[in-house]
């Protein structure tokens, strides 16, 4: 297996999904050591740095990519396996930007009223215990909290001639914001353009479900991923497999139908998977799914279905993809899965 | 600690929270061996019995009480400690109810479109393994999935002399369809009228978070609580708690509604445990909440806020009422506490 | 036809549809000179009074009645035709109650900022004119705009042993708040309880559409209406009929689905009146409805769907009775005719 | 005033905002008359046509355009002139699209439901009564309307670096679908990028608001505009400007943020015409807003919020760009504004 290193200049960030051109031609069955920037570009490195003067909205989740996947056609499924995700810097950042995040009022949820107070924390990495530390602004409470790495964007170009910003995520993934895009994860993209064009970055040491004030614990990350390409297949909206779940992912407004998405998908997979009827699978995902929102401040919001194969007869998803990807990862060496508790 | 066995007569079941006549008066820190009749008042018993023939929506979830609660004033707080929930009946039932349910269009979400057809499954329960056994209709396809009671629907009366149906959760609690409602948890609702009118029902063998379907697989159930109060203190909106988590739920329409009133008691609840600034609760709480979407099914839709305790300096909830209740529990005997997995 | 006047004391106004005792029975056919109190309940007198202080948002719309009509029964359908609003005091009043209103966060669009402040306006009624003078609170600036008298909360009591506000809107009417509830109007109701049990209040001098600050120009009002029923035929959502339009309310959350409600509803009844395959009415009705938006304030929000009269050929509603009862209105005397320009 | 002619190529046409390169510059001040394709691109040309053979929603609303605005850039304020718009076929069309529509399960609001049958139906224009005639496919029910032409979409390219489908309506502007986008009225649109590239199509001979099927009575249209330049002082939104109202369009989702939206841009505007405090906008505008809804079906919903100018004194907005327009509107002859009745 192939394995490619690259770490992007300041120029070669992207902003969009679709619209740049690769950075790279790659093979089906690469592996890719990568370094993805900050959220924020690295433009908030203290307690003094505040978002109202430094961040535009139009420039953050700069985007490691995209790269071209030859033989990538519309109607395939793209896979893209995350290998490894390990802070890349000794501290992390996360900022309450002024209308911006899940308990103010926003650019769409527009009110009269002032905004939360402009405020940005510094979590330190302390890698003997896994953890960062959350330091309170406003009195000297602080708590150690795990590292529980997660890639806020990946993603492919979109369809219908689109080009959209890193900001939101949609049908072709994106900035979906889900704990889940965690290492041990295999994705799956249905391909909109030739070569896919897809890029990750957004790196997350940490984040709540809902990612709530709008930002996780931010940070630069060594990201090892491998990609694989399945023909025809293609999911309608993002799917994602680990040892222990099928996913899928929803990203809309309101709410309530970035779920229905996210479960008509699950449901169209096990009719798939099991060779069932729309309405058998719709009664047994009924009775064993699970349902973590993923962010609630991406504009379109995102919430993740997951069903647990340890319930089920054992299938093989797109042709076995996550289980082979999974064992070609061995053979990257010392990579520590890193599952979530 | 005194005991009170009590199973409704037919007669006796109420369908509303507020209204009804209360069952019997208590005194705060009684435990209750109660029996609950199934969601479906016992209309569904074969793969035979449709829901359009033998359903009305508006005599589900009966309900086992209300019980009045001596000394219980509004602005209080009840506390309701569930110690076990074991099903009563040898099978549970669950039905795709014509234009209820979340992947169908409603009375809210109404279309033109034809219902999705009227089917009932029924689940037998297996004792020996502690699962029911999900049976395809359309197809052989069989799977034993592990029970894992839970109670939907967990109310007091509501204030501004509503009365309200035990289909539709709201701040008063009622049918939030949580399988976090389980053995073991400690629900704190606040009181909005003399006596406080508490009741339950609705009980779950088994359910994915969502509800999918709109029904869980429904039965009767054995379920044996502990009541208390504390006086003041009332939350704004059902607060649980139980060994790992402290958690708020939400309930009302469009989801992100319910995730932003949720996410804001659990801030709340912070900001009193932790004696933390408001946006310093904000920022702990997005890097650490759980959000399991709950029912978006039941007209409201509800979302479960939780913060695991393990990561967080030991507090105090409520003057300690949960390890309280947990100790009073052990006395009521060989209780099997029922972690879900 | 018999003339009832009256005027409830303060005593006699309940605050909900369902649970309040009928405070008379009449005869279909009757028409009623009533008097209602603003919906602050009289608080707000000057622009010193502030909602914070004076209102409790569990006793506004203090409802006039509620009525209990001879022979009603669930099924059938109620109509109340106004004949006459006219303002019963010299002054109206509005305020920007705290976390209540459209340009807010709110208890459900909960978030953490601080609310708007608190303010009162005054308005007073110039009878020459037929105005209310907008008095600025911030700057010298005034205007005169027109007094255009409607009722924002017409309703029955609900279905299924419920209580609900005379704050929110829903299925049986209440607190819909649009300006097509005005004198012409005949606003029809499914009845769900013995009686039918209506009542109205909540009088605007005027009202923008979306009520966005939250109130109108609330002042007391003398009501003219006439009651009549129709056995069987109830609309499953309230329906409104004037000279120039069909037309139909849906209140719910989010407001797409309020708009879903209320345009199936005129679907079916286009169905009827028309004879009209689902399919055509469905389209004939996508060129020719108006959709203005009633509120986006009262927790469940209103969406009218009016169809002109005027392009159509001429049918006749709920066996003419809005015709009828214009004739009847005529009996009654001086009332002069309201029409919103 | 400079006179352009330009009907489009089937190969110049685009079906983005942005993206696309300009057919042509022109400079602040000019007059266009310009062709427009309906926005089937002319697929469905008889009753036997179904949109789910002959059209792809990646290749709807054909824009004519963009054109680049010399001098235009970001920030500035691009005014469109509507002064005439004529149907250029004799025929117009409408269609049930399947799964999409407002009342029917939608690739958002998923169902696992049926579609609705696929179902066009055929206008034709009586170009002696001004009218287009409904004829019902199920039964013998016609019916002749009012044509009341109409620009589904007109916008300018995206920030962000963002290319958008046609399909739907954003910040830019785009396919807001309001009947308000009609002879007579000056629409203002923020500039993102030199040049503004604004572009504009389908042509709608009549719609209802809501759009509730999906589609308009659809059809090619003759366009009459006239482009000018503000520099500086662009809106966040679009707003709208004729000789009765001022008008603001916010498009989004849930519908209640598409209002707050546009209620928000309409309180701005008051602030900056009349000189008030934010309260006493909101105030003024809570009393005389007209709020109708423009569509439910574009992925975003649009809602119009308008103030009428007749209860208002008398002020200039954007520099009397509005009075200007009409003035040199009639300088291009017998050009008939189309009141809408």
Not at 76 to 99: E, Q
Not at 132 to 143: E, P, Q
Not at 321 to 334: I, P
Request: with cysteine; hydrophobic share 40%; net charge negative.
């Amino acid at each position: 297996m192939e394995l490619i290193e690259f770490t992007p200049t300041r120029e070669q960030f992207s902003y969009t999904f679709g619209g740049a051109a690769p950075v790279m031609r790659i093979k089906p069955g690469t592996a890719l050591k990568l370094w993805t920037e900050d959220a924020f570009n690295y433009a908030l490195r203290s307690v003094e740095d505040l978002a109202s003067n430094k961040i535009s909205l139009a420039e953050v989740n700069p985007q490691t990519g995209p790269f071209y996947v030859e033989g990538a056609e519309p109607g395939d499924t793209l896979a893209i396996h995350i290998v490894d995700l390990t802070p890349a810097r000794s501290w992390g950042v996360s900022s309450a930007i002024p209308f911006f995040g899940g308990l103010t009022s926003t650019d769409r949820t527009a009110t009269l009223q002032e905004p939360l107070p402009d405020t940005t924390w510094i979590y330190e990495v302390d890698t003997a215990s896994n953890t960062v530390g959350f330091v309170a602004r406003h009195s000297d409470f602080t708590v150690q909290l795990p590292i529980e790495t997660m890639l806020g964007t990946v993603g492919v170009a979109p369809p219908s001639r689109e080009v959209r910003t890193s900001l939101v995520p949609e049908r072709f993934g994106g900035n979906m914001d889900t704990p889940e895009m965690r290492a041990g994860a295999t994705c799956y993209l249905g391909v909109n353009v030739e070569g896919a064009l897809w890029s990750l970055g957004d790196g997350h040491y940490r984040q709540g479900e809902g990612e709530a004030c709008g930002t996780a614990v931010e940070g630069a990350m060594n990201v090892t991923v491998i990609i694989d390409l399945i023909k025809g297949g293609g999911p309608a909206w993002p799917r994602i497999e680990n040892d222990d779940f099928f996913m899928a992912v929803g990203s809309s407004r309101p709410m309530e139908d970035s779920w229905r998405i996210g479960q008509v998908e699950l449901v169209r997979w096990f009719e798939q998977l099991y060779n069932l009827h729309t309405m058998d699978a719709y009664q047994l995902l009924s009775q064993m799914t699970h349902a973590p929102i993923a962010n609630v401040v991406d504009a379109n919001y995102s919430v993740v279905l997951k069903a647990a194969k340890k319930h089920l007869p054992t299938v093989s998803a797109f042709d076995g993809m996550h289980a082979l990807m999974r064992e070609r990862a061995t053979s990257l060496g010392s990579i520590s899965y890193n599952p979530h508790v």
